[in-house]
């Protein structure tokens, strides 16, 4: 039963074909022509600085629509938060910053799709406590982010929504499920952003759209308010464009100011080369090759290292846990936050064709999940954790390092169900996920910052995977070798 259920999620996205895109409406502000004076008048004064920085992220969101970015943008509540901070006195710790927000994160006020037509008419009353901390923070919601159709996908090509395009060539998918935020990051929309991380989705998109994506360790955010996929796996993600910006980010959700200084002479970072640079594209091995050389220069230590459990153990656990939790997670959430839909009204309404073999898989009686298959897979996860445990110990390792995806961003059309790599076709989410996976079930923090990019100019992003609960830690490390890589990108 070892690759049974995997194999069969694999088909499933395999016989999925590429969706038709609708246009998606959104409420932006009607008085668009007009946003540019407006900024001029404001910026003439310093009280209303907050409220000139919404309408110039409005006229942009505006300008950059064909990026659809955004499944909603909430013009009012922006600006009405931004008029109140204007007002306001006392330090924050990131005073006036505007983000995107992906649409299976709830604030208040605003549609919670979670890029799916049955949610279309959710509206949550209260926001997540992310949201509510960034909020009293100095955080403004500029909207919502479109996404992969219930964070079920890599791509972001969601089939009720349109397609996410990637800012860097917009004829590329953004990466997923967290595709919108990256994009609205990435294009200067927004300051920052949220995604939710359950299998390398905020990663994911941040290296292929060329910013930053931290997955903190399982269980450091509060996940309440957050439309699930599996709750042993799901965590919010800050997104943003510098490695400092995550560090905020971190501290307003968290409270935690502490960061330890790193020197990079006493730095050791492991590599496995068995698993995480099997079968890469030749630019983005020779990219990551070049940052590991630049942080050897600068007198971080590179042990080579290989865990031979690794890839065992995550067939074991990996989409066992994620099918067996999914439709169990997202009945009890229908029904706790009063969406007024059932969980078969949710798959009825499922329009993208690779998430619909999901749902087929997860639910079918012949590939469903029993209950001992995921008993056997949370040990095998357990197992897991403790392989890890040994391997930063034992090596007296910082973290792990590694290429965060196999490939950069191919191109939205026929992507869906495979994708190129090497002259081959191969499975476009199995594909992608191979390389931030096992940090998403062993319960590690991770984060991908820019390693560099190919000769077409497509972003790749260079992962460091570090202990559980050495979140602080591992920021810290990611700034030392942005700083550190800062000149050769």
């Known amino acids: 039963m070892r690759a049974g259920p995997f194999l069969l999620v694999n088909m499933a996205l395999l016989l999925a074909c590429s969706p038709s895109a ?61 008029r109140q901070l204007d007002a306001s006195s006392g330090e924050r710790v990131i005073p006036g910053w505007t983000l995107a927000i992906k649409d299976n994160i709830h604030v208040a006020g605003m549609p919670n799709t979670a890029g799916t037509e049955a949610l279309k008419k959710f509206v949550p009353a209260q926001d997540s406590p992310v949201i509510a901390r960034l909020r009293a923070a100095g955080a403004i919601v500029l909207g919502k982010a479109n996404m992969h159709e219930l964070a079920f996908g890599i ?3 969601n089939a009720s929504f349109g397609p996410v395009r990637n800012p860097v060539n917009p004829e590329l998918f953004a990466g997923g499920s967290s595709g919108g935020t990256a994009a609205a990051i990435a294009a200067g929309i927004v300051d920052a952003g949220l995604g939710t991380d359950t299998g390398g989705s905020v990663r994911i998109p941040a290296a292929l759209t060329g910013i930053v994506g931290f997955r903190p360790t399982t269980g450091r955010y509060p996940v309440q308010g957050v439309t699930p996929v599996s709750h042993t796996r799901d965590t919010i993600g800050p997104m943003a464009r510098t490695v400092d910006q995550i560090i905020a980010l971190d501290t307003a959700i968290t409270g935690d100011a502490t960061l330890p200084e790193i020197q990079l002479a006493t730095l050791r970072l492991g590599i496995d080369r068995d698993y995480f640079f099997a079968n890469l594209d030749p630019e983005t091995a020779a990219i990551t090759e070049q940052a590991l050389e630049r942080l050897q220069a600068a007198g971080v230590t590179l042990i080579e290292h290989n865990a031979s459990e690794l890839s065992a153990l995550l067939t074991d656990s990996a989409f066992p846990i994620a099918l067996y939790e999914a439709t169990r997670d997202l009945d009890r959430y229908l029904v706790e936050h009063d969406t007024n839909v059932s969980l078969e009204q949710l798959m009825a309404g499922v329009t993208s064709p690779d998430v619909q073999g999901i749902f087929a898989a997860a639910t079918a009686e012949e590939s469903a999940i029993p ?4 008993q056997q897979a949370l040990k095998a996860r357990q197992v897991l954790q403790q392989l890890f445990e040994r391997y930063f110990s034992e090596n007296q390792l910082a973290g792990i390092i590694f ?55 497509l972003p790749v992003g260079l992962e460091i995977d570090a202990p559980a609960s050495s979140d602080r830690k591992l920021l810290a490390i990611a700034r030392a070798v942005e700083t550190t890589l800062a000149g050769e990108l």
Not at 47 to 58: F, I, R, S
Not at 441 to 452: D, K, T
């Open 403 to 457: 290429p965060t995806t196999a490939l950069p961003a191919r191109p939205i059309e026929g992507s869906l169900d495979a994708v190129t790599l090497n002259g081959e076709a191969v499975p476009t989410f199995p594909t992608y996920i191979r390389n931030t996976d096992p940090a998403s079930i062993a319960a590690l923090p991770g984060i991908s910052i820019p390693a560099g990019s190919t000769a077409s100019g």
């Open 371 to 374: 209950e001992a298959a995921y």
């Open 155 to 157: 791509t972001s090509d």
């Open 22 to 82: 609708q246009q998606v409406s959104r409420s932006t502000d009607s008085a668009a022509s007009a946003l540019g004076q407006q900024e001029k008048k404001a910026m003439s004064t310093d009280t209303n600085l907050n409220e000139a920085k919404v309408n110039a992220a409005l006229a942009k969101a505006d300008q950059l629509q064909h990026l659809n970015a955004f499944i909603h943008v909430a013009t009012e509540q922006a600006l009405t938060q931004a």
